[in-house]
T-cell receptor, first 109, second 116 residues
Framework: GQSLEQPSEVTAVEGAIVQINCTYQTSGFYGLSWYQQHDGGAPTFLSYNALDGLEETGRFSSFLSRSDSYGYLLLQELQMKDSASYFCAARTGRRALTFGSGTRLQVQP | NAGVTQTPKFQVLKTGQSMTLQCAQDMNHNSMYWYRQDPGMGLRLIYYSASEGTTDKGEVPNGYNVSRLNKREFSLRLESAAPSQTSVYFC???????????????FGPGTRLTVL
């Protein structure tokens, strides 16, 4: 089967840096995505890593190590609006995108 | 562009009733998906459609049927609703996945379904 593990909850303060880890066990792997979801909202795409290394998009960066089956999302200069759930998702085939259970990030003033 | 739209936004059903959730996208995407999200959990794939006229089962297809009416529309039908189907249902669309290209799914606003 396919499984992705990520912490259930992370708390940080405004202006800080937080890292959300994701480890995966999948049969077949093409890349790792990250999605943000605010309470009551729809998931929105943040980033995708197909190759090892760091991808940077503004305050958000995502990292992938295929050899370690591991990735992380790095959020810098945290803002209150970053309080949301963050999901990693592994692309394991043409139709298959398997999601983790999500990490709830609480940003405190 | 409206992106991905879903109707209805909320629905309450009694056990045994049927209903169809509608989804449409205006981004000319080939791939469309139906997911369910239960409280505190990630999204689980119900059905997938790679193109008009084709559908494939996902992780949790039991109790559901789908129709890819045309390139824009992908509907999800519950023939006989059960309390276990109480969930938030999201439709999504994307370009056909190809290695080496970014993998972005665009989600609709969701349908919040309660089955009593």
């Amino acid at each position: 089967g396919q499984s992705l593990e990520q912490p259930s909850e992370v708390t940080a303060v405004e202006g800080a840096i937080v890292q959300i880890n994701c480890t995966y066990q999948t049969s077949g792997f093409y890349g790792l995505s990250w999605y943000q979801q605010h309470d009551g909202g729809a998931p929105t795409f943040l980033s995708y890593n197909a190759l090892d290394g760091l991808e940077e998009t503004g305050r958000f960066s995502s990292f992938l190590s295929r050899s370690d089956s591991y990735g992380y999302l790095l959020l810098q200069e945290l803002q209150m609006k970053d309080s949301a759930s963050y999901f990693c998702a592994a692309r394991t085939g043409r139709r298959a995108l398997t999601f983790g259970s999500g990490t709830r990030l609480q940003v405190q003033p | 562009n409206a992106g991905v739209t879903q109707t209805p936004k909320f629905q309450v059903l009694k056990t045994g009733q049927s209903m169809t959730l509608q989804c449409a996208q205006d981004m000319n995407h080939n791939s469309m998906y139906w997911y369910r999200q239960d409280p505190g959990m990630g999204l689980r794939l119900i059905y997938y459609s790679a193109s008009e006229g084709t559908t494939d089962k996902g992780e949790v297809p039991n109790g559901y049927n789908v129709s890819r009416l045309n390139k824009r529309e992908f509907s999800l039908r519950l023939e006989s609703a059960a309390p276990s189907q109480t969930s938030v249902y999201f439709c999504a669309s994307s370009e056909t996945f190809r290695t080496g290209r970014t993998d972005t799914q665009y989600f609709g606003p969701g349908t919040r379904l309660t089955v009593l």
